[in-house]
């Protein structure tokens, strides 16, 4: 079997996380490492050298924005497609019923600051300087499809630079 994709996840919400972790790396093809800090995002890239990065845009202490330029400005980490993953709501777990649900009006949402008003993934992919853009809540399947999107159009680029075709 091929070698498994590192996906490096960052996200304040670590009931979402361990949801994504798991459906990720249940099928066998991903190796997930997730952090619910955002502080120490580039030294962790650095470190685990991930295929992908997927990124909480609005995050207490530090904005997925902040971290995506600065992971772009880095020459270790700029090629490293990043996919921005967020939503003007909150993933929650409820004991009685064991079961997560999409809470979009919680007031901590609010209080974690705007979002650039846009539709499409194309507008604001480009309006956070990204790879893509997938809003939530969605599916783990669409999460697939784009990460292998995203993996393909960086194969295509660094195949139009290099001349010859890059194995995957």
């Known amino acids: ?5 590192k996906l490096l996840m ?3 919400e670590k009931d979402l996380t361990m949801i994504m972790k798991s459906n990720l790396e ?3 093809k991903f190796d997930v490492v997730a952090s ?6 580039e030294e962790l890239v650095e470190k685990e050298n991930p295929s992908v990065i997927l990124l909480d845009v609005v995050m207490p202490q530090r904005k997925g924005n902040e971290i995506a330029r600065a992971l772009k400005q880095n020459p270790k980490t700029k090629e490293i497609p990043i996919i921005m993953v967020s939503g003007r709501g909150e993933m929650v777990y409820h004991k009685k019923q064991d079961t997560f649900k999409w809470e979009p009006n919680r007031p901590v949402v609010a209080e974690r600051g705007e979002l650039p008003e846009g ?10 300087g990204v790879d893509d853009y997938i809003a939530k809540p969605f599916s783990t399947e669409l999460l ?5 999107d995203v993996l393909e159009r960086k194969a295509q680029h660094l195949k139009e630079q290099e001349g010859g075709s890059p194995d995957f």
């Open 119 to 128: 539709r499409s993934a194309e507008t604001l992919s480009e309006a956070y």
């Open 144 to 148: 697939i499809q784009v990460i292998e």
């Open 10 to 12: 960052v996200d304040d």
């Open 36 to 41: 619910n800090d955002p502080l120490n995002v």
């Open 26 to 28: 249940f099928g066998g």
């Open 1 to 5: 079997m091929a070698d498994k994709i």
